[in-house]
């Protein structure tokens, strides 16, 4: 999935403005350049003008900084490096930290968004690459996932 739409639907999900996204990057990184005109150029259409491609280190900048944001930092162990390529099941993963959702959740989001998956097609997307049942998670199905947790998030 594009990382524009990701980061919209997650601003949408959770009502943030657009200083509270910058906020939020700047969770996982306080010196990391991005901007509130950063931000309105990562929300707007791919053909208007002011466009900009929300690369991924931005997406995974925000990605740490939602965890950080909705469960808190841990002192006690030392920062995660950011993730230099965001896939779909990165941001699958990330989602599930910080929203802190069980397998149980996992299944009611899918559920809710008209796309239910059975439980070995759930564990296969949190699988290592190098596993032989690993399963990459494509747009359509992280797109139901989101679809599926901001009728969580926001309500019915």
Do not use: W
Request: glycine share 6%; hydrophobic share 40%; with cysteine.
């Amino acid at each position: 999935m594009i990382n524009n739409d990701v980061l919209r639907s997650i601003r949408y999900m959770l009502d943030l403005s657009d200083g509270k996204v910058v906020e939020i990057i700047h969770l996982a990184d306080a010196d990391f350049p991005v901007g509130k005109a950063d931000v309105q150029g990562f929300l707007r259409k791919d053909d208007e003008a002011d466009y900009l491609e929300c690369s991924d280190r931005v997406l995974a900048h925000f990605l740490d900084g939602l965890v950080i944001h909705c469960r808190g930092r841990d002192d006690s162990r030392p920062p995660r490096p950011v993730e230099k390529r965001v896939t779909n099941n990165v941001v699958l993963k990330k989602l599930r930290v910080a929203f802190e959702l069980k397998d149980v959740d996992m299944h009611q989001a899918f559920a809710d968004a008209g796309f239910p998956i059975s439980k070995p097609e759930l564990t296969a997307l949190f699988r290592q690459p190098g596993h032989k049942n690993f399963r990459l998670c494509g747009d359509q199905l992280l797109r139901n996932f989101l679809k599926g947790l901001t009728l969580r998030v926001r309500g019915q």
